[in-house]
Nanobody, 124 residues
Framework: QVQLVESGGGLAQTGGSLRLSCAAS????????MSWARQAPGKGVEWVSG????????YYADSVKGRFTISSDNAKNTLYLQMTRLKPEDTALYYC?????????????????WGQGTQVTVSS
């Protein structure tokens, strides 16, 4: 069965960095676009970044562009999110999600599997 397991969250100070990882199993990782999304307390799920199946295309929400970098290692079936220059408003539960095809979609509903999430807290 499909499994997505996030790790790497934690507490960071404003301006600091964290690197999230998502270990995928149960499907052909190299055939699907993947995304990171987040949910802050009391808010809906926000798409953050996505990468195409071959890693050639990456996209970012305006709120994180220039600060976050998405990448994937198809040999390790792992998705990453390098987060730099963190802000308190980045505080959220971060999820990795599998797309329905090899492309990137910003639509939360177009992802069919989600991990359990990893908490990121940025102190001011």
């Amino acid at each position: 069965q499909v499994q997505l397991v996030e790790s790497g969250g934690g507490l960071a100070q404003t301006g600091g960095s964290l690197r999230l990882s998502c270990a995928a199993s149960g499907f052909t990782f190299s055939s699907y676009g993947m995304s990171w999304a987040r949910q802050a307390p009391g808010k809906g799920v926000e798409w953050v970044s996505g990468i195409s199946s071959d890693g050639s295309d990456t996209y970012y929400a305006d709120s994180v562009k220039g600060r976050f970098t998405i990448s994937s290692d198809n040999a390790k079936n792992t998705l990453y999110l390098q987060m730099t220059r963190l802000k308190p408003e980045d505080t959220a539960l971060y999820y990795c999600a599998k797309g329905r095809g090899g492309w990137v979609t910003r639509e939360v509903d177009e992802h069919d599997y989600w991990g359990q999430g990893t908490q990121v807290t940025v102190s001011s």
